[in-house]
């Protein structure tokens, strides 16, 4: 937990985020890296009938943190998916707060 899922990226691209993101995102949050998990879903974008090229998307479902800590993490977010992906790309970062009584790990909620 933090749970990040990546959408119009290649698995490459999530591959090489991995290697940046999840770390510097522990140390912006003091949590531990080993409590973070990134995903890479697979999508179709969809316009006028055909399949389009969609922007990059990064779903973060976690605990609420405060709106300082959430909005540095979406510039960092979006910094490091910028890097992979290029300047000419929209990025979109989307925050989903859990309940910590609707959590649960390993049949115990937080």
């Known amino acids: 937990m ?4 990546c959408r119009a990226m290649s698995q490459p691209d999530v591959e090489r985020l991995s290697l940046t993101l999840i770390g510097e995102l522990a140390a912006l949050l003091g949590s531990d890296p080993a409590h973070f998990t990134l995903e890479r879903l697979e999508s179709t974008f ?3 009938g055909w399949p ?5 998307m990064i779903e973060v479902h976690w605990f ?10 979406a510039r960092l977010i979006t910094a490091r998916v910028r890097e992979i992906v290029g300047e000419g790309n929209k990025i979109a970062v989307l925050f989903f707060a859990l309940e910590r ?8 909620h937080f």
């Open 2 to 5: 933090p749970h990040l899922r």
């Open 46 to 48: 969809v316009a006028d």
């Open 52 to 56: 389009v090229h969609g922007s990059p």
């Open 64 to 73: 609420a943190r405060s709106q300082e800590q959430q909005d540095a993490a």
């Open 101 to 108: 009584h609707a959590y649960y790990s390993d049949g115990a």
